[in-house]
């Protein structure tokens, strides 16, 4: 599970880069909820930018029922 | 290309540094003149004599009542810009009118619309009213750059060169050791950029001021509207105290650090700065302590940059820069510049 800070902004179009906690990869997330982890901020900046070219969103968060059944 | 973007709203001084004297500042590569009126409000216009452009900051030209008077032929101009006497005549050519600036006093600062006057809304105008008022107690001030104003912004958007480049004073190990979340809202234009710490080494700068001692919690929580105002919000605390549900935050001292970054020219800028805090709020030692320090820590940036801006100068084209993790945040502002500065040429080719 990869610790996430407290969104601040609260506009639409919203982009989020976070630095994952213990390693040096930086996961992106765009507006659209598709999301990708990288290893150069360059590369990062050009695939949220391309939105929405090659942007899968995120899948929905498995129920909890299914969960405990796990 | 210029790497300025027009249309903005940027800050030319403090309201402190205009009186019914005559003043001149370059913005934007613009040499503009503000003077205070007999009522009290800041006009802003250009500093050059419509005639022969002789500067209407210069002496001889001089302030009689609300209106100036050109030092070299007496062509004298009103507050709104309107020249209403020229020498040896009584005709006033229509066109003898010096442009003129939108100009709001806000917060302690003076802005300035540079750009198409028609688009000036003052509302956009980015808010820190912190450094004006009841509950606060601000130092600032400003320092020249000689380097181009995105490498201010390079500067203030990644603070792990504070452990660096401001050992001894903001700097400690934790600040570039701590992972980064950075948000970009392109359509507000807001890069906001958190770094929370939450069991760091207090740095001088802060337990000077506050008197927290060994380890501390210490945010620092960016926005930076570009182009101009840049804000850091600084959080310092006892290791284990957050913010209440309600949002407040009783164990905290809370220092708002400003940062106005206005383009003198391509190559030189205007670095206004401003300590806001909340705590000893009556003590001049604080304010006389953070006031040298902050100082200190802005020169130490200005050295640093001022090198750059020379190599960069002169460096052939095509240096390939390598950027890491640290620098996400500074990406996110050089490509929110560089649209603000190209939807100008769009505007002017069309």
Same mark, same amino acid.
């Given at each position: 599970?990869?610790?996430?800070?407290?969104?601040?902004?609260?506009?639409?179009?919203?982009?989020?880069?976070?630095?994952?906690?213990?390693?040096?990869?930086?996961?992106?997330?765009?507006?659209?909820? =598709?999301e990708?982890?990288f290893?150069?901020?360059?590369?990062?900046w050009?695939?949220?930018?391309?939105?929405?070219a090659?942007?899968?969103?995120?899948? =929905?968060p498995?129920?909890?029922?299914?969960?405990?059944?796990? | 290309?210029?790497?300025?973007?027009?249309n903005?709203?940027?800050?030319?001084?403090?309201?402190?540094?205009?009186?019914?004297?005559?003043?001149?500042?370059?913005l934007?590569?613009?040499?503009?003149?503000?003077?205070?009126t007999?009522?009290?409000?800041?006009?802003?216009?250009?500093?050059?004599?419509?005639?022969?452009?002789?500067?209407?900051?210069?002496?001889?030209?001089?302030?009689?009542?609300?209106?100036?008077?050109?030092?070299?032929?007496?062509?004298?101009?009103?507050?709104?810009?309107?020249?209403?006497?020229?020498?040896?005549?009584?005709?006033?050519?229509?066109?003898?009118?010096?442009?003129?600036?939108?100009?709001?006093?806000?917060?302690?600062?003076?802005?300035?619309?540079?750009?198409?006057?028609?688009?000036?809304? =003052?509302?956009r105008?980015?808010?820190?009213?912190?450094?004006?008022?009841?509950?606060?107690?601000?130092?600032?001030?400003?320092?020249?750059? =000689?380097?181009?104003?995105?490498?201010?912004?390079?500067?203030?958007?990644?603070?792990?060169?504070?452990?660096?480049?401001?050992?001894?004073?903001?700097?400690?190990?934790?600040?570039?050791?701590?992972?980064?979340?950075?948000?970009v809202?392109?359509?507000?234009?807001?890069?906001?950029?958190?770094?929370?710490?939450?069991d760091?080494?207090?740095?001088?700068?802060?337990?000077?001021?506050?008197?927290?001692e060994?380890?501390?919690?210490?945010?620092?929580d960016?926005?930076?509207?570009?182009?101009c105002?840049?804000?850091?919000?600084?959080?310092?605390?006892?290791?284990?105290?957050?913010?209440?549900p309600?949002?407040?935050?009783?164990?905290?001292?809370?220092?708002?650090v400003?940062?106005?970054?206005?383009?003198?020219?391509?190559?030189?800028?205007?670095?206004?700065?401003?300590v806001?805090?909340?705590?000893?709020?009556?003590?001049a030692?604080?304010?006389?302590?953070?006031?040298?320090?902050?100082?200190?820590?802005?020169?130490?940036?200005?050295?640093a940059?001022?090198?750059?801006?020379k190599?960069?100068?002169?460096?052939?084209?095509?240096?390939?820069?390598?950027?890491?993790?640290?620098?996400?945040?500074?990406?996110?502002?050089?490509?929110?510049l560089?649209?603000?500065?190209?939807?100008?040429?769009?505007?002017?080719?069309r």
């Amino acid at each position: 599970m990869i610790p996430e800070a407290p969104p601040v902004l609260n506009g639409d179009r919203v982009y989020r880069i976070h630095w994952v906690l213990g390693t040096d990869r930086l996961r992106a997330v765009c507006h659209c909820s =598709a999301e990708r982890e990288f290893e150069d901020p360059v590369e990062l900046w050009e695939w949220l930018l391309g939105h929405p070219a090659g942007h899968v969103p995120a899948p =929905a968060p498995v129920p909890p029922r299914e969960l405990a059944a796990v | 290309m210029s790497a300025i973007p027009r249309n903005q709203w940027y800050v030319a001084a403090y309201g402190r540094e205009i009186s019914h004297e005559l003043f001149s500042r370059t913005l934007c590569d613009e040499p503009i003149l503000f003077w205070r009126t007999e009522a009290g409000s800041v006009t802003a216009t250009s500093d050059r004599c419509v005639h022969r452009r002789f500067p209407l900051s210069q002496a001889p030209s001089r302030l009689v009542g609300d209106q100036v008077v050109c030092g070299y032929h007496g062509f004298t101009y009103g507050a709104d810009g309107k020249c209403v006497a020229v020498p040896g005549q009584t005709r006033v050519p229509r066109t003898a009118r010096l442009t003129s600036y939108p100009v709001v006093e806000q917060d302690s600062f003076v802005w300035v619309w540079i750009g198409d006057p028609a688009l000036a809304d =003052a509302s956009r105008i980015p808010r820190v009213p912190y450094l004006d008022a009841a509950g606060w107690t601000t130092v600032s001030g400003r320092e020249p750059l =000689a380097a181009r104003f995105s490498l201010l912004v390079d500067n203030l958007l990644d603070l792990s060169h504070e452990t660096y480049l401001h050992g001894g004073y903001i700097g400690t190990p934790e600040v570039a050791n701590t992972p980064i979340t950075t948000e970009v809202d392109d359509e507000a234009g807001v890069i906001y950029v958190s770094r929370h710490m939450d069991d760091a080494e207090c740095p001088p700068f802060y337990s000077r001021s506050t008197g927290l001692e060994g380890r501390i919690a210490r945010w620092q929580d960016i926005e930076y509207t570009p182009p101009c105002l840049y804000k850091l919000h600084s959080r310092i605390a006892p290791v284990g105290s957050v913010p209440n549900p309600d949002g407040t935050d009783p164990d905290a001292f809370h220092v708002e650090v400003v940062y106005a970054i206005t383009p003198e020219t391509e190559n030189s800028t205007h670095d206004f700065w401003a300590v806001a805090r909340d705590f000893a709020l009556e003590d001049a030692e604080v304010s006389a302590f953070l006031a040298e320090n902050n100082r200190t820590v802005v020169l130490q940036d200005v050295e640093a940059l001022d090198v750059l801006e020379k190599i960069i100068a002169t460096e052939p084209e095509g240096y390939q820069e390598l950027s890491i993790n640290i620098d996400t945040g500074g990406l996110a502002a050089r490509r929110m510049l560089a649209r603000m500065a190209g939807a100008r040429d769009e505007a002017t080719t069309r």
